[in-house]
């Protein structure tokens, strides 16, 4: 079945305290996101990846990194969390930039004390 | 970069009537206009996209309008039923100067259906 995934599904953790959500796609997509869903901001992008070693920068990238080693994994990583990144975070995924639809991970519940 | 404005926030609808959802962007080099819908609980999910050559492109009850000199695109609903409540999101493809581009997302549409 074709599916993005992501772990951990909700997780809570503390101020300053090192976490990676992964996210995983098995359609062989070359582009890949990372969003988060706020209440009354809708969805805003983190960062992206047009291809393994090849990201950049969306709307909102402070306090976040990402890596894309393989085509398939796009690992989203918090070195020091903040409250302020307590939030609904989605994975994406779709076969290219030109337009394409955007294959929605089921996301994942940080909450951030 | 892109900015997309999504109105009204809210919408309440009695079953069987229209539902329009409007949206504006600033980037007139915004191609891709895709539209996703987001039930309770659940992740996002393309229901209908359009593309900078075309005015219109429906799917059954769903349609999308494009204005490219005014910069706006529209969803439209037709004879809502229940299963359309849900919150939709509008979107524009945003170029940046590399070649690189991203989704930039309206804030969303609240859709209620009254039974």
């Known amino acids: 079945e074709a599916q993005v995934t992501q772990n951990p599904r909700y997780l809570i953790t503390v101020t300053g305290k090192k976490l990676t959500v992964t996210c995983s796609q098995n359609m062989n997509h070359e582009y890949m996101s990372w969003y988060r869903q706020d209440p009354g901001l809708g969805l805003r992008q983190i960062y992206y990846s047009m291809n393994v070693e090849v990201t950049d920068k969306g709307d909102v990238p402070e306090g976040y990194k990402v890596s894309r080693k393989e085509k398939r994994n796009f690992p989203l990583i918090l070195e020091s969390p903040s409250p302020n990144q307590t939030s609904l975070y989605f994975c994406?995924?779709?076969?290219?930039?030109?337009?394409?639809?955007?294959?929605f991970g089921p996301g994942t519940r940080l909450t951030v004390t | 970069g892109e900015n997309v404005e999504q109105h009204p926030s809210t919408l309440s609808v009695q079953e069987g009537d229209s539902a329009v959802i409007k949206c504006t962007y600033s980037?007139?080099?915004?191609?891709?206009f895709p539209w996703y819908k987001q039930e309770l609980g659940k992740r996002p999910q393309l229901i209908i996209d359009i593309r900078s050559n075309v005015g219109e492109k429906k799917d059954q009850r769903i349609a999308v309008t494009l204005n490219k000199t005014a910069k706006h695109f529209s969803l439209h609903i037709t004879e809502t039923q229940p299963e359309d409540s849900a919150v939709y999101f509008c979107a524009a493809r945003a170029y940046s100067g590399g070649g690189a581009d991203g989704l930039t997302f309206g804030k969303g549409t609240h859709l209620i259906i009254q039974p």
């Open positions: 980037d007139s080099a915004s191609n891709y």
């Open positions: 994406a995924s779709s076969l290219g930039t030109g337009g394409y639809e955007q294959y």
